[in-house]
């Protein structure tokens, strides 16, 4: 970090290994001065991030990092030596039988009162951190003609209507050229539908669709699935724009008639007005993308906190990132809160098991280039440091890819979702996050245009490199500047902050990124 002096950070008074914590890393011969490392001469350069051992290893021995082996020695290792990668072979995977179930108790939490944001209560009972209209689609041909439409809204319609945020076309890759009625393909109309239904888009439902795609919309969002504010729409299902339609002679005629389908969405949307509402109506996502070993020493432990507050609070905190979980798998099934949730864990979690398999991979294809840069040396370690941000909680439910979070279902969730960035956060979207927390370490821009995305920073030489995009420095943490219960604190009253309104980093630049479907079924 920004220290000059060298630093070394060791996660558990049993681990035998500890990551350097200065920028720069430290070179061969530096003589560690303090710490878990103190009196130790470094036999290598050592990037940040990366661990150093701390005793003797000889081959075979088990890495010790958060008290857990991270990975078998190939060789002997001698203390002060650079432990990497290429020196350690891979623990095996728990098996996901045996498992401790429902075994830990709950923490006795007093309940966390007083706590509000300013929001938009929807008729469901459902709370939107934005104010947005969402133009679904069903299939990715209408994309390009439905992105004119969006720009001319924006142009044209938005500056009458001041208080709607903005406009979000629902663009995806799916709805034709696909098995539609294979095994797997519930997951991405499922996904899509919740998606359409998320608390930031206020109960407003819009639909372009071509006309020939297997897609239909009628199987998307049927009779019932939506929220109706014109009686008109309970026998004609959502409001549809088909550009096949004989109506629509020529490009323009298509635009006019989103353009006009917009005005009453827009009119009741701008009706709307934020309004004060209790911590518990967050429903937070919180995801890691550009990991490195600092993500589980500062930023997840920090998140990991917060999430314990919104529990308490009475809100839901949903995490995910199957891969990134797997190897803790007897953490989560130990912290169910009953039996059932522990074997929905392990359902969700087999059947990723089984999807990786037909593709013929393992979790340790997770792992980046960037991790492996950042210190993170196979998927077992990166697990460690990405449960964290789960907090302590007893996991209340369990969700699967698509599914949508229903009203009584409070707490922590496990969402279960592949880690990448972008399904993750898609997936979230569906299951009805109203606003995301996403830590990094490497750095990445990465937005959701349908919810505010609080960014956090591991190392605070990316907070200072990064300053317009990382909205929060849990680097400050390894600095000795704040301690991880202040993070969380401080985390949590910036995501009330965020929820009612103050835009993010994302938010200010427009960056996002594109909705993803996770479909496992077969592409025709």
């Not at 350097?20 to 061969?28: K, S």
């Not at 504010?229 to 323009?252: I, S």
Request: aromatic share 6%.
């Amino acid at each position: 970090m920004s220290t000059t002096q060298p630093l070394a950070i060791r996660m558990h008074p049993h681990d035998n290994v500890a990551i350097i914590a200065n920028d720069g890393g430290l070179p061969a011969g530096t003589v560690m001065p303090e710490g878990p490392a103190q009196g130790i001469t470094l036999r290598d350069k050592v990037p940040q991030g990366h661990k150093v051992a701390l005793t003797d290893i000889a081959a075979g021995a088990a890495v010790l990092r958060y008290n857990v082996p991270v990975g078998f020695a190939r060789e002997a290792i001698a203390a002060g030596s650079w432990v990497h990668e290429r020196l350690l072979d891979i623990p095996p995977a728990r098996e996901l039988q045996g498992l401790p179930m429902a075994t830990q108790p709950a923490p006795a939490w007093e309940p966390l009162e007083g706590y509000t944001f300013e929001g938009y209560v929807n008729a469901d009972g459902s709370v939107g951190t934005r104010n947005l209209l969402a133009i679904t689609t069903t299939v990715q041909c209408v994309a390009g003609v439905l992105k004119v439409a969006v720009e001319r809204i924006e142009r044209e319609l938005l500056p009458l209507y001041p208080n709607v945020d903005g406009v979000v076309g629902l663009e995806h890759t799916y709805g034709c050229g696909v098995a539609i009625d294979a095994p797997g393909a519930e997951i991405p109309i499922r996904t899509l539908r919740n998606i359409s239904l998320n608390p930031n888009f206020g109960g407003e439902v819009m639909v372009v669709s071509l006309g020939c795609e297997k897609l239909q919309p009628a199987r998307l969002l049927p009779p019932g699935s939506f929220p109706i504010h014109d009686a008109r729409l309970a026998d004609e299902g959502p409001d549809l724009v088909c550009l096949q339609d004989e109506a629509h002679v020529g490009f323009m005629s298509m635009i006019d008639d989103i353009v006009l389908r917009a005005r009453p969405h827009l009119e009741r949307l701008n009706a709307r007005r934020r309004q004060t509402v209790p911590a518990s109506a967050l429903v937070v996502g919180v995801q890691c993308g550009g990991s490195d070993a600092f993500s589980g020493v500062t930023a997840n432990p920090a998140v990991g906190y917060m999430a314990d507050l919104i529990v308490r609070a009475g809100g839901t905190v949903m995490f995910s990132e199957n891969t990134e979980v797997r190897d803790a798998v007897e953490q989560l099934t130990s912290r169910a809160a009953t039996p059932q949730v522990a074997q929905d864990i392990v359902r969700e979690l087999g059947w990723y098991d089984q999807y990786l398999d037909r593709g013929r991979v393992d979790r340790t294809a997770n792992t980046t280039p960037g991790n492996k840069a950042g210190g993170l040396s196979n998927i077992a370690e990166k697990a460690m440091g990405s449960i964290i941000k789960s907090g302590s909680g007893a996991i209340a439910s369990v969700l699967a890819p698509g599914e949508k979070l229903r009203a009584d279902q409070k707490g922590l969730v496990f969402a279960a979702t592949p880690a990448s960035d972008f399904i993750c956060g898609t997936l979230q979207l569906a299951a009805g996050m109203n606003v995301h927390v996403f830590t990094t370490g490497r750095g990445t821009p990465y937005g959701l245009q349908a919810c505010p995305v609080v960014k956090v920073a591991t190392r605070s030489d990316l907070a200072r490199r990064w300053h317009d995009l990382m909205d929060f420095n849990a680097g400050q943490i390894a600095d000795g500047e704040m301690t991880i219960e202040q993070a969380g604190w401080a985390l949590f009253e910036q995501l009330l902050a965020v929820a009612g309104g103050r835009k993010t980093w994302a938010e200010q630049w427009k960056l996002h990124n594109a909705l993803v479907l996770f479909n496992p079924a077969p592409i025709t």
